[in-house]
């Protein structure tokens, strides 16, 4: 598939279900944080679905790729892109390692609330134990991304205040809620980022 967009290449592999050529194709394309990027998470969803030796000839040639990667910001979105379909392209080399008594502590720090990361991420007992970084991240961005959807639907609801119309006490307490909605945002955002190192 010469000339084909990488990703529309990789999905047309997808769809044929030859993983060989789409990561022949992603090792092969130089490497960039749009259409390369996509490329490599539509083989993490192939490599997600599939067990054992199969997921390993996906998985691994992807995970060489990746660690080669000049650019750090790219290497930790393909990163937690893969995660994203529970494919671990990163052992302990790329993101940072933190401890269960580390994450409490990132939490309480910017006011987040470990339970909510409890509900998604199976989190150790022990303080010293390591967690998974990429999975405790993404779970702070998508967060700090429904927090921040809902205060900006809110306050889209709300009065222009340059109206003459006067705002009534329901818009005061819509205004309330979208405001504590987007220092939720603000906080989720923190931990995520104090967690990559970002």
Request: aromatic share 6%; glycine share 4%.
């Amino acid at each position: 598939m010469n000339g084909a967009r990488i990703t529309d290449a990789v999905a047309h592999y997808h769809r044929k279900g030859e993983s060989k050529d789409a990561v022949r194709l992603v090792r092969d394309r130089e490497p960039d944080k749009f259409r390369w990027r996509s490329a490599v998470s539509t083989l993490a969803s192939m490599a997600g679905r599939v067990p054992g030796r199969d997921r390993f000839r996906i998985e691994e040639p992807v995970r060489e790729v990746v660690l080669d990667l000049p650019d750090d910001v790219l290497q930790r979105e393909v990163v937690l892109d893969a995660r994203r379909f529970n494919v671990d392209l990163d052992r302990g080399e790329i993101l940072p390692v933190h401890s269960m008594g580390d994450v409490r502590r990132y939490a309480f720090l910017v006011g987040a609330d470990v339970r909510v990361v409890e509900r998604y991420v199976a989190l150790p007992e022990d303080f010293m134990a390591p967690v998974d970084t990429a999975a405790c991240a993404i779970v702070g961005r998508a967060m700090a991304n429904h927090h921040r959807r809902r205060a900006q639907k809110i306050w889209l609801e709300l009065p222009d205040p340059d109206s003459p119309e006067p705002r009534r006490h329901h818009h005061e307490l819509m205004a309330e809620r979208a405001t504590h909605d987007a220092d939720v945002a603000r906080r989720w955002a923190a931990f995520a980022k104090t967690l990559l190192g970002a």
